[in-house]
């Protein structure tokens, strides 16, 4: 909207009260008609850019009618005003969203700067000394003739003790097998008559730990059960195993190249005479003594196979 004053000594004249007047003042109607409109849009125009500018100078014709007052500089009383509006849908909304986005990079911006973990530095390296390079100097030929004569005296020493005999020289090994028996006879009946000395203290003290001292599995087991049904039979002892021991063994003894070892052996039975007792002794290793692992009794008129060729020694004792 454009308004439009023109002060005049106090008062204010427009356009037609000028051309009412115009019979008075001298002036025709049609020329201030045309002054008017022409200076209306004049000062429109410079009132938007230079407010200050004399815009009475501008006028076409001769002086301005009588009654206008006009001086340089803004109007006193008045001025044009011009106004323009845009309305944007969502203008306010999108401004919100951006100075939000704009708050919150600002506080992450600052923690990261206030808040940020700082690296430690590492620890300096521990400065080493280098050792000192020693400088290389050649054996001269007095040392390398010390150390000729000394290694001469040794081979002399060795010469000398070797031909007095006080050296022992191994014999050279010429066995061409490389399996053996597991026993000799003699070992054999000495594993049977410990067996019959330990056998009878296990039996009187009921002892399962003893027993595996002289017997494995499964004929620990045999004895273990026989052991516990025992004790709840026969909680006072009373009935105890009868001292007995195995008599005469013949001893069987394959050959084996490594453990574990076996031999086997057939025996009478000191209190029955009509059995006899069969069993298999094992060692698992050298460190580990030669206990029975199967034993059975069979009838001494049972006919056993034959086992020629597996029998050493002469016989029972």
Known sequence: MVAEEIGAGGGSASC???????PRSGHDFASITRHCTLMRFARIALACCWPWWDYWSLWPGPSPPSGW??????????????????????????CLLVLGIGLLLLVVGLVLVFFRRRKQPAPPLPVVAAAPVMPYSPP???????????AGLATGVVLLLAATGCVA?????TSQSLSRPAVTLADGKAVVERYNEVNNKANQARDAKLSETIEGNPTLAQTRAGYRIDGKLDAAGKNKIKLFTYTKPRIGAPE???????????????????SRQLGVWQRLNAGTPWV?????????????PSMEGLWIGAGGS
């Open 256 to 274: 084996f190249t490594s453990y574990p070892m076996r031999f086997v052996v057939s025996s009478g039975v000191s209190d029955d005479s009509e």
């Open 140 to 150: 001269t030929y007095e040392k390398q003739g010390q150390i000729r004569r000394y």
């Open 69 to 94: 007052s006009a001086r340089r500089g803004r109007v006193s009383r008045g001025g044009c005003r011009v106004t323009f509006g845009v309305e944007l849908d969502g203008a306010f909304r999108t």
């Open 292 to 304: 029975l692992t199967h034993s059975v009794y069979p009838c001494a008129a049972t006919k056993l």
């Open 169 to 173: 020289v191994p014999e050279k090994n």
């Open 16 to 22: 037609g009260e000028l051309a009412a007047d115009a």
